[in-house]
Nanobody, 121 residues
Framework: QVQLVESGGGLVQAGGSLRLSCAAS????????MGWYRQAPGKQRELVAL???????NYQDSVKGRFTVSRDSARNTVYLQMNSLKPEDTAVYYC???????????????WGQGTQVTVSS
């Protein structure tokens, strides 16, 4: 079993900052990638930022220069520092881990429970 537990969401004014954290625990062999997605009301879930083991990082264009994703591999934890927040960043943010649990098993997607980020104008 694998669990991803998020923290750090909340309400902030436009221009403000928030930091999200997500820790993975359980039966984990390797974490091949870890990052954040978000879903606003009435919209599909979308990638925000993803760190791939080996060093690659993908950001959604709208957050480049404002958000920074980082990872503490020793603690199986990923962070999202969000600066210069805008009302359009309002969404539920979900932690994602692409995790392999055994040498012979597949890589699967695991998700956190989601944390609400609300940016007021």
């Amino acid at each position: 079993q694998v669990q991803l537990v998020e923290s750090g969401g909340g309400l902030v004014q436009a221009g403000g900052s928030l930091r999200l954290s997500c820790a993975a625990s359980g039966s984990i062999l390797t974490i091949n990638a870890m990052g954040w997605y978000r879903q606003a009301p009435g919209k599909q879930r979308e990638l925000v930022a993803l760190i791939i083991s080996g060093g690659g990082i993908n950001y959604q264009d709208s957050v480049k220069g404002r958000f920074t994703v980082s990872r503490d591999s020793a603690r199986n934890t990923v962070y999202l520092q969000m600066n210069s927040l805008k009302p359009e960043d309002t969404a539920v943010y979900y932690c994602n881990g692409k995790i392999r649990r055994s040498p012979w098993g597949p890589e699967n997607d695991y998700w956190g429970q989601g944390t609400q980020v609300t940016v007021s104008s």
